[in-house]
C-alpha cells in the first residue's frame, strides 16, 4: 500500500519553517511497510487544499494530514475533506461538550470560534487529542471504486504523534496487508561518500531485495538499508545479512551499526575500557566538549578541558611553552601534540584530546591555509598527531576538526 | 502572481532528507512579490509526476521544478511536463554536442544514458549549467487560456542556485508585476512566546498591509514582519514603521533587527567597549564558548576558557575553592559565582561567565531538579548571578542555559 502525507499551514510556506511532522510519519508508515509517494506543504486556501486531497486520492490509498484542524478561519482542513469526498460536516455535540469541559476545568470561557473543532466529517470517526483541543479524525471509505482511508491529526507535534501511535497504527496494523520493512543504518567516519560507495556497491547491488542509500549528513556518511519482505524476521535477515558483509568491507571505518552517534560510541568504549579524557581546543573553541557532554552520563568519561583560544590561555591552561607558539606557530603539530599532552596533566585523564587550526574565513596563509587542522591525541606514552585540510566554511572545518578528534578517540579504543 | 514549487526525488520521500532547495526559491520568489501558495515532493514515477504538474499548473502561475533532470531512468522531470502539456521532447544537437565536449575535456568517455540530458521540451528554452551537466529548461506558455511559466532546475543546490539567480530571476523581473516585498526579522531573547504575542499584538493588527509571523525557532523568538507595496521602497517603509513600534514595546528584549545572531551582537558590543571575556561551563560543556567562537573574528573579544566538568577541575581551571563546593554543592548560586570570578581572574579578561546546572536527564533532586542552572557574569566589581529553571529535554536545557549567559553579556553591555 501506498501513502500521500499533506501538512496544512502557511507558515511552511516561508522561508523560515519546514515542515518536519512528514519525516516521523514517513518512519513509522514505512515501518508498517507503507511507500510514500508524494508529500505536500499546503497553504490557507480551502480551494488549494480541496484539490491537493483529491489529487491525493487519486494517487494513494492513505492520506495522511496534519495541521488546519484549529479554531479560526485559517483553519480548513476539515471543510476542504468534506469538499474533496462530497460529504457534509456536522457538529458533534459530544466533542462540543469535551471542548466546553476542557475550558471549564483550566477556568477559562471557551472562545466563540472553538465550536468549529467539533465539525465532524460525515462518515469519519473522532480521534481523542488527550495533549490539545484538536480531536483528528479517521475516515476509511471508497472512492470511485477504491477503499481509501484518510487521516486528519493535528499539527503540534507532541499532540500530532500521541495520537497517531494510540489511535493510528493499531487500526493501520488491521488494515495494511502483512508484510513488513526492516532497516538498518551504519555510519562511517574517515572516508569520502565516493569511496563508500565505489567500494560497498560490487556488494550491495548483489541484493536486489534491499535498497541501499548513501547519503551524506551532517558531515558523515550514512548507509542506509531497507528490505520490504512477508515478515519482519525475514526483512531483518536480508537487511542484516548486508549489513554484515558491508561492515566487513568497511573495517573500522563502521563506528555505528545500531544508529548510535560517534560521541554515544566513543564514550562507550571509554567508560568500556576505563579511560578518561579531557580537552585542550583552539579552533574548534570548545565543540568537542560540547559534542561529548551531549550525552547523558559523560561525566563518568570526561573530565571538562579549555578552550584555549589565545596564545596565554595555550600556556596558562595546557602548560604550552610560549617558546614553543613563538618556534612553529599556534597551529602547529608541535602546538597540537603540547595541547593534548598538557591537558591531560592538569586534568589528570588518562588520555587527552588536542585540537588547533585555522578555521576561516580569515587568518590563512600560503604555508598554513584556511582549512589546516592539527588533531593530537596524547595517553602518557606516545602522542599521536593527524593533520588535515578540510574544505568548506568556517562551520564545517569545525564540525570536521571535532569529528577526526572523536574519531582518533575511537580508533584508539577500538 | 502566485507561485507552487515541485521537488523530484524519492531520497526526499525517506525520513532521512528533506527539500532544502524550497526554502532559498521561497525567499527569492518572495523578494520578488510572487507568493508560494504550495510545495511538494513528488517522488520518481512520472504518473504521479506528470499529475502533480497538472495540479499545479491549475493553480499556479509559476511552476518551479527542482531535481530530476539527472542521465538515468530515474530522472522523469523532462518527459513528465512534456506529458502534462501535452507536447513532445526532442534531442537537441547543441545540447548533444556540449556534453560531449563537456566529458572530453575531462578525458572521460560520456556515459550512453547522459544523451538523455538533451531531451527539450517542445517550445522551452534551454538553460545553461555552468556547474553540472544537466541543463534547465524555461517553458513561457499558455494552458487553459492562461500564461504559465514553468522552470526546470537541477536539483543540486549550489547547480541550481547558480542557474535561477543567472537565468531565472532577470526573465522573472519582466514577467512579474511591478510590485516588491520588503521582510523584516526582530530577534527576541528571555521573554516568552505568548508575552510577545500579546505585547505586540495591539501594534501590528494596526498594520493590515503587513504580515506578522511570531515564530519560537530553536529557542529564541522572531518576529517576522512581510509587506508587498507598489515598489520596495515603500514596503520597506511600512515594515520598517511597525519594526520601530514592536521595538520601543519590547525594548532589550529585542537583541537584533537585522539578522544578526545574539554570538554577533554580544561580540560587537564585546568590541566596541573594549571589553574581553572568558567562560567556565559546567552543564553547557562548551556550549557557549563553541557559540562565541563560531563567529569569524570572535578572538579579538574572547580569550577562552575552561570546560570544567568535575569538580576537581573547577578548583584547577577557575580556582573554585573546594570547600565551597562541598558546602553549598557544584549547581549553586555561590559556586556559578566562584566560576565567573576565577576564570575572569585566570585569563585575564575584564568580564568572566560561570555556569552549572542539572542538564539532566539524570541528576536531579527535589531541592535541585533537572533544568536548574545558574549563570554568573563577573566585571570584577560585583558579580550578578541569575537562577532559572528551564524545561525540556537535555539539549534544551543546554542551549536555553547558552542563550541566557550571552544574553547577560549582552544586557550588561548595551
Redesign the interface.
Known amino acids: 500500500m501506498n501513502c500521500e502525507i499533506l501538512a496544512f499551514g502557511s ?1 511552511m ?6 515542515d ?1 511532522n512528514s ?2 510519519l ?2 513509522r508508515m ?1 515501518a508498517l511497510g507503507v ?9 490557507d ?1 480551502r ?2 487544499a480541496t ?2 486531497i483529491r ?1 491525493a486520492l ?2 494513494a490509498d492513505i492520506v495522511l494530514m496534519t495541521g488546519g484542524l484549529g479554531p479560526t478561519v485559517d483553519d480548513i482542513t476539515r471543510e476542504a475533506v468534506a469538499d474533496a469526498l462530497g460529504v457534509e460536516l456536522y457538529r458533534d455535540t459530544e466533542i462540543l461538550t469535551a471542548l466546553y469541559k476542557r475550558f471549564a476545568e483550566r477556568r477559562r470561557p471557551m472562545p466563540e470560534n472553538n465550536v468549529r473543532q467539533a465539525d465532524t466529517i460525515k462518515g469519519a470517526v473522532s480521534l481523542a487529542n488527550p495533549n490539545g483541543t484538536a480531536p483528528g479524525q479517521w475516515i476509511d471509505t471508497v472512492n470511485e471504486g477504491h477503499r481509501k482511508i484518510l487521516i486528519l491529526l493535528p499539527g503540534v507535534p507532541h499532540e500530532m504523534k500521541a495520537m497517531f501511535e494510540e489511535h493510528c497504527e493499531p487500526r493501520l496494523k488491521q488494515i495494511v496487508p502483512p508484510g513488513a520493512m526492516a532497516t538498518r543504518m551504519l555510519r562511517i567516519a574517515g572516508l569520502p561518500e565516493s569511496e563508500v560507495d565505489a567500494r560497498t556497491a560490487p556488494i550491495y547491488t548483489k541484493f536486489a531485495d534491499v535498497e541501499t ?1 548513501i ?1 551524506a ?1 551532517t558531515l558523515e556518511i ?1 548507509l ?1 538499508f531497507r528490505c520490504i519482505a512477508a515478515n519482519v524476521k525475514q526483512a531483518q535477515a536480508r537487511v542484516d545479512e548486508l549489513c554484515g558483509l558491508v561492515e566487513d568491507e568497511l573495517g573500522e571505518a563502521v563506528f555505528s551499526s545500531h544508529g548510535e552517534t560517534l560521541e554515544q560510541v566513543v564514550l562507550f568504549f571509554l567508560e568500556m575500557r576505563g579511560e578518561t579524557v ?2 585542550a ?1 583552539s ?8 559534542r ?3 550525552v ?4 563518568r568519561s ?9 596564545n ?2 595555550k600556556t ?2 595546557a602548560d604550552v611553552p610560549a617558546a614553543l607558539i613563538d618556534e612553529f606557530g599556534a597551529v602547529s603539530h608541535e602546538v597540537a601534540a603540547a595541547l593534548a599532552e598538557g591537558i591531560r596533566e ?3 585523564s588518562t588520555l587527552g584530546i588536542g585540537v588547533t587550526g585555522i ?4 587568518g590563512g596563509t600560503v604555508q598554513k591555509p584556511v582549512g589546516l587542522v592539527f588533531v593530537a591525541l596524547a595517553d602518557g606514552r606516545e602522542t599521536e598527531v593527524v593533520e588535515r585540510r578540510f574544505s568548506g566554511d ?2 564545517r572545518v ?1 564540525y570536521q576538526a571535532s569529528t577526526l578528534a572523536l574519531d582518533l578517540v575511537r580508533r584508539r579504543l577500538m
Open positions: 507558515e510556506l516561508t522561508p523560515y519553517r519546514q518536519t519525516l516521523y514517513t518512519e514505512n511507500t510514500i509517494v508524494a508529500k505536500s506543504v499546503i497553504g486556501a480551494g488549494v484539490g491537493a489529487n487519486a494517487r542509500t547519503l549528513v550514512q542506509h579531557a580537552t581546543e579552533c574548534t573553541g570548545g565543540m568537542v566538549a560540547q561529548l557532554t551531549s547523558s552520563g559523560s561525566s570526561y573530565f571538562g578541558g579549555a578552550v584555549t583560544y589565545t596565554e590561555m596558562e591552561f592538569r586534568s589528570g578555521a576561516g574565513p580569515g568556517r562551520e569545525r
